[in-house]
């Protein structure tokens, strides 16, 4: 299944994203993990590209293990970052062989040695260009694109932001997957604003469950997500990754997609950090809008 299947109109769609474990012992957790969410009917599963190319074999191992194993549509993540045009084809042209359907187009984050990001010889710059090197060459692919309802940390401005995601889309996207985020008022005016613009791709909302509060904080500390003061303030009372945090990370989440679905979403992307327990235990608790 391709990403625009996945979240069209009248379907409710939902993925998963996993990480490239480092061990094999971290690639046999991960499989068991999948197999738990399995029973949760995901449509697509993905798995992210370490920075700079430094995942690259192994997002592709694990895409295709986890396909061939259970049979669902996978997409690989790329990300541009310290790669020629020559060996982003070359990663595309093997994900297709084999058996990958679906690419997260993105540009990546530059080294944090060299914040202000510049391209290597022979590279490209932006995601947008990504994506039309994928749709000229490699039409084949459902393609997804990153969106930022808190608008991404370098752009000038939250304009700036929509337009180059207005860029993605009309070079061909098929769907935008959002940053993580707390507060859902960002996402819906985040898609209200990308609408106005011309946005018309399915805008599906990227959830990253808090249950770990010191893990967390780590990550948004990254992307610049805002966090839910209220929430954070509750689970600081106990300890980092225990069961109460877990518990109040869980609760917040239902309530957080129960939201999202009222409000009409064309599907959920989870960000499962390559764990079962809380997408479980929140999507055990929510009815989906999902057909049989
Ligand atoms: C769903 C999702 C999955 C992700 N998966 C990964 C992953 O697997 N690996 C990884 O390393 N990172 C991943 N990221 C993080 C992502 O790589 C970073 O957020 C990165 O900083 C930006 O990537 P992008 O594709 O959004 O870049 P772009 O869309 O290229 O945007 C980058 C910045 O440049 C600006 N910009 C974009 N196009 C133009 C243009 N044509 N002219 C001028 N300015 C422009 C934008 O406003 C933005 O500020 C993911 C993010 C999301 C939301």
Redesign the pocket.
């Known amino acids: 299944m391709k990403f625009a299947q996945c979240y069209a109109p009248g379907r409710f769609g939902l993925s998963m994203e996993l990480f490239p474990p480092k061990t094999p012992k971290g690639m046999d957790s991960l499989l068991r993990h999948v197999e738990r969410l399995m029973d949760f009917r995901p449509d697509i599963i993905t798995c ?2 370490g ?1 700079g190319g430094s995942t690259r074999d192994r997002t592709l191992e694990v895409a295709e293990t986890v396909h061939r194993r259970f049979g669902v549509s996978v997409a690989a ?1 790329l ?1 541009l970052v310290g790669s020629t045009v020559q060996e982003l084809r070359a990663f595309l042209q093997e994900a297709w062989q084999r058996g990958i359907e679906n690419i ?1 187009a ?4 530059p080294p944090r040695d060299q914040p202000d990001f510049r391209p290597v010889p022979g590279g490209l710059r ?3 260009e990504l994506v039309e090197l994928i749709r000229r060459e490699f039409p084949q692919f459902g393609v997804a ?2 969106g930022y309802p808190e608008t ?1 940390q ?2 000038p401005s939250p304009e ?2 929509l337009q ?1 995601l207005l ?2 889309v009309q070079a061909g996207a098929d769907v935008v ?3 993580l985020f707390y507060d859902n008022a960002d996402y819906f005016d985040f898609c209200r604003r990308a609408r106005q613009v011309g946005v018309g791709v399915p805008i599906v909302p ?1 959830l990253l469950p808090i249950t770990n509060l010191a893990q967390v904080k780590r990550i948004t500390s990254l ?1 610049g997500a805002k966090l839910p003061q209220e929430l954070i303030e509750q689970m600081g009372q106990y300890e980092d990754g225990s069961q109460e945090q877990f518990r109040l990370g869980v609760e917040f989440a239902i309530r957080q997609v129960r939201e999202l679905v009222e409000g009409g979403v064309p599907g959920l992307h989870f960000y499962v950090l390559n764990r079962s327990e809380a997408a479980s235990a929140i999507l055990s608790a929510v009815e989906l809008p999902r057909k049989a």
């Open positions: 992210t590209y920075a993540h990300t997260v993105l540009r990546g984050d932006y995601a947008n694109v990153a991404h370098e752009a700036a932001d180059n860029r993605k997957i959002t940053q990227g992307c």
